[in-house]
């Protein structure tokens, strides 16, 4: 006998989960609309080939949502871009993080070379000024 709770999982999630996409809702709202956690969703998908398809093309119809309301928002007055931007790279951070990487060079597009100086300096006391 399987242990665990039997999955709630029926077909007819498969259109639902593609409709909320089109609103441009989150995986989470997702989850929240159909009762369940979002793993759950991803439990789903690794089960169930048909909930796996739509379920992928649930977050790409979000994530075309989003874009086409920055297309529209861009010729509107108000519009936030950089709240949009910040929006994306949370949403969709496969397309929308901002990389940047720091590369150090030496001359000429070489190493950098690494210089260790060690200055041995004699007192003598005799002498305070050298």
């Known amino acids: ?9 029926l077909p007819e999630y498969c259109e639902r989960v593609m409709e909320l996409g089109k ?13 369940v956690v979002k793993q759950t969703l991803h439990n789903w998908a690794a089960a169930h080939p048909a909930f796996l398809d739509a379920f992928t093309r ?12 920055a297309q529209t928002g861009l010729t509107t007055s108000g519009f936030n871009a950089s709240l949009w931007s910040r929006s994306m790279a949370a949403r969709f951070p496969e397309d929308y993080t901002e ?17 260790t100086r060690v200055e041995r300096v004699i007192h003598d006391p005799a002498n305070p000024n050298g």
């Open 99 to 115: 990389r940047r990487q720091t590369e150090l060079t030496g001359k000429d597009g070489g190493p950098v070379q690494s210089v």
């Open 1 to 9: 006998m399987s242990g665990g709770r039997p999955t709630d999982y």
């Open 23 to 35: 609103q441009g809702k989150s995986v989470t709202q997702m989850a929240c609309e159909l009762d």
């Open 58 to 69: 649930a977050k790409q119809y979000s994530q075309d949502w989003w874009e086409n309301a």
